[in-house]
C-alpha cells in the first residue's frame, strides 16, 4: 500500500486530493494563467479560499469562474 495520504481513490477511478488547506487563505500572485493558475485551482481544491492576484483581468476571471464550478472559493484582484 502507497505511504501517500493526501490522495484517496474515487469510484470513478479518479484522485481526490485531502483537504489539507482547510481553513487557510492562499495569495496568488500571477494565477490567472500558467503555473498560478494551476496553484490556484489546487490550493482551492484542497479546500483554500484563493485570492488570484495578476495583470490579466479576463484570464484571472476565467479561473475564479472555474474554481467557483469547481466547489472552491476564490477571488480576483488585478496587480501590477
Do not use: Y
Amino acid at each position: 500500500p502507497s505511504k501517500c495520504l493526501a490522495f484517496a481513490r474515487k469510484p470513478a477511478g479518479e484522485f481526490a486530493l485531502a483537504k489539507r488547506m482547510e481553513g487557510k487563505v492562499a495569495l496568488i500572485s500571477g494565477g490567472a494563467s500558467g503555473l498560478g493558475a494551476a496553484q490556484a485551482t489546487v490550493f482551492a481544491r484542497e479546500g483554500a479560499k484563493v485570492m488570484i492576484g495578476d495583470l490579466q483581468e479576463e484570464l484571472g476571471a476565467q479561473v475564479v469562474s472555474s474554481i467557483g464550478e469547481a466547489g472552491g472559493e476564490a477571488r480576483f484582484v488585478r496587480l501590477d
